[in-house]
């Protein structure tokens, strides 16, 4: 059965999500950062990276994120969870999903992991000082250039939404308003009024 | 025709590499960073994000590297540049390519672009000061877990190791050594002696 090691909140909320969209069976494992968890050597042996969302399966260790979903969405295509039939959409989805964990993810990052790039104190608060201003200005390109509307590709929901609405709920914590954002809003709302986003996140 | 934005040494050069060896015809358009050409309004016309690479194709513009490489193996099968026909091979090539961009791309531009992160310049040159840590902490996970030998995926040469030579370039001004990871410096010389990364590398 596959098995999915997660955070609660962390970005591995959208890989939770693509499991109960995809109607498969599985297990999700909490990984407790508060106990450093994700660095006990029970856990490196899983994913040496130390780093959530790992999805166990009868083939061997998926990490990544974008890489998570697109292998849920080929497993289960009846789920259509993503375009799989054209390349020209499944690489929307793959832009949309590279964004999101290579600048948006990295932004937020810097409020929490400032130490990943400085050993510095002073160093690492300012960086959480910025992190207002540029996660706003991923939201402003998301919100002005990436969202088709109601959902990222347009009328088909999909794993970006899943992801978007992951990091969006970062915003509040971030001293970002998702009303400035309004289709990033109305997605998330709608997310949130959708039972088996509830499940997923009652089950964290 | 297919057309690229790039920039020399950029991570560009992983896509330049992929479009060279799928054998079909493109253009490859050259944006000056040293005149800040990536902001200009023309460019910014083409890839609102100023950033590079920027794929352009008969159906609109892509962007994000992960995703040029994918859609690039997939338009053109022939040249086997990724293991399309199994999902759990191709998850692979994704998880790779997102640690890439995600991480090991990130550690590098702390380096030179630590102005997107902090507004003060002890914090950047702090952040500048730790690039040879992290990125030698990298390149230790690419070597002792995520490399099969002598290429990424084993015995197919693929997107994973286009992109992964690119960023191996880096090294040297990062102040990491390529010799203390033995199986990147081996695909490393593998590549330069390749005729077709050859070709790319002089036409850059």
């Known amino acids: 059965m596959l098995k999915l090691y997660y955070a609660p909140g962390s970005c ?12 498969v069976s599985y297990e999700a494992h909490k990984v407790d950062f508060a106990k450093q ?20 399966t009868s083939l061997g260790v998926l990490t990544e994120t974008p890489a998570i979903l697109a292998y849920i969405a080929q497993c ?11 390349p020209w959409q499944f690489a929307q989805v793959q832009s949309f999903n590279s964004y999101l964990c290579s600048t948006v993810h990295v932004a937020h990052a810097h409020r929490y992991r400032g130490y990943r790039w400085s ?8 960086m959480k000082q910025k992190v207002p ?8 390109e998301i919100e002005n250039n990436l969202i088709k509307g109601p959902f990222v590709l347009g009328d088909h929901y999909s794993i ?10 970062w915003l509040e914590g971030d001293e970002v308003d998702v009303n400035w954002f309004p289709k990033v809003a109305a997605l998330r709302q709608w997310m949130l009024n959708n039972p088996v986003v509830q499940k997923v996140l009652k089950a964290q």
């Open 160 to 169: 970006c939404d899943m992801y978007l609405f992951t990091i969006t709920n």
């Open 133 to 140: 201003q540029t996660m706003k200005a991923c939201f402003e």
């Open 37 to 56: 968890e994700q660095r006990s050597p029970a856990y490196l042996a899983i994913n040496p990276k130390g780093r959530v969302p790992a999805l166990i």
């Open 76 to 86: 289960f295509p009846a789920a259509r969870l993503a375009p799989l039939d054209d």
């Open 119 to 126: 050993d510095d104190e002073a160093a690492i608060a300012s």
């Open 12 to 23: 591995a909320v959208a890989s939770h999500l693509a499991l109960e969209h995809s109607g």
